[in-house]
């Protein structure tokens, strides 16, 4: 039997209408973390790795509460270091949600970039989270990559 022989069972179901949204996620002894207090659509794969940073800033901020930090600062901190580092992400991951085509700049923005590694590496951190999506993919970052790229 191949797949082309098969027969549908069921309508397709998929995630369509997926929040993405920041929620507030501290309040007097409670905190959210992972998708529970920030959610961006799937389409980049981040949100995994988002996961892992917010439990890792919780943890710092609860630990920094046995040296006398009072509780309340300590999640404050923790949920604005959250919101501050996960921002590329969200901005990216709702850009590629829409699944348009690629504009024409920014196709060759890329192809231009594939030949130059330091560039690559900070389209990397944009996707990481360690390089502001602003530093990238500013109109003028992308007229220097074009123009080093025909230089």
């Known amino acids: 039997m191949t797949v082309a022989s098969g027969q549908r069972e069921q309508r397709f179901v998929g995630t369509a ?3 993405n949204q920041y929620r507030t996620s501290v309040g ?5 973390l992972g998708d529970a ?3 961006k ?3 980049t794969g981040m949100g995994i ?3 892992f940073l917010s439990a890792d800033l919780l943890a710092e ?3 920094s509460t046995r040296a006398g930090r009072p509780v309340d600062d300590a999640l404050g901190d923790y949920q604005r270091q959250r919101d501050q580092l996960t921002a590329n992400g969200f901005e990216l991951a709702l850009s590629t949600a829409r699944l348009a085509p690629l504009s024409n700049g920014l196709t060759a923005f890329y192809r231009a970039a594939a030949a130059q590694p330091e560039v690559v590496e900070r389209i990397f951190g944009v996707l990481g989270g360690s390089v502001p999506i602003r530093d990238v993919y500013s109109a003028a970052n992308i007229a220097s990559v074009l123009a080093q790229a025909n230089s």
């Open 17 to 19: 209408d997926l929040p």
């Open 37 to 39: 207090g920030h959610h």
């Open 41 to 43: 659509d799937p389409s």
């Open 28 to 32: 007097p002894g409670w905190a959210l």
């Open 49 to 51: 790795a988002d996961a």
């Open 61 to 63: 901020a609860i630990h």
